[in-house]
């Protein structure tokens, strides 16, 4: 079992930034993948960015050049540095880790991420 605890969120003027952290406990080491989704009013859900355990990253084309997701070296917890934020940001941001092969999915309860112009 693995259980992830979001925080770092909050209310930040448009062009500010925030740093979301994702900390996991329990059995990490059965963790491959951690990342971090959002799911806005009206759309749906959205991966924002995630790494592997070998440190490979993928982000949305709607965050590239000003979010970067990073992870600790004992891979346990995972980052999200957000950087000229805009209203179209405001989401609640989950942290998500499956275990190789997506045999496991576990997720966070979520941290608000609200920008206002």
């Known amino acids: 079992q693995v259980q992830l605890v979001e925080s770092g969120g909050g209310l930040v003027q448009a062009g500010g930034s925030l740093r979301l952290s994702c900390a996991a406990s329990?059995?990490?080491?059965?963790?491959?993948?951690m990342g971090w989704y959002r799911q806005a009013p009206g759309k749906q859900r959205e991966l924002v960015a995630q790494?592997?355990?070998?440190?490979?990253?993928t982000y949305a084309d709607s965050v590239k050049g000003r979010f970067t997701i990073s992870r600790d070296n004992d891979k346990s917890t995972v980052y999200l540095q957000m950087n000229s934020l805009k209203p179209e940001d405001t989401d609640v941001y989950l942290c998500?880790?499956?275990?190789?092969?997506?045999?496991?999915?576990?997720w966070g309860q979520g941290t608000q991420v609200t920008v206002s112009s």
């Open positions: 329990g059995t990490i080491s059965s963790i491959d993948t």
């Open positions: 790494i592997t355990s070998g440190g490979s990253t």
């Open positions: 998500n880790a499956r275990t190789a092969y997506g045999w496991r999915s576990y």
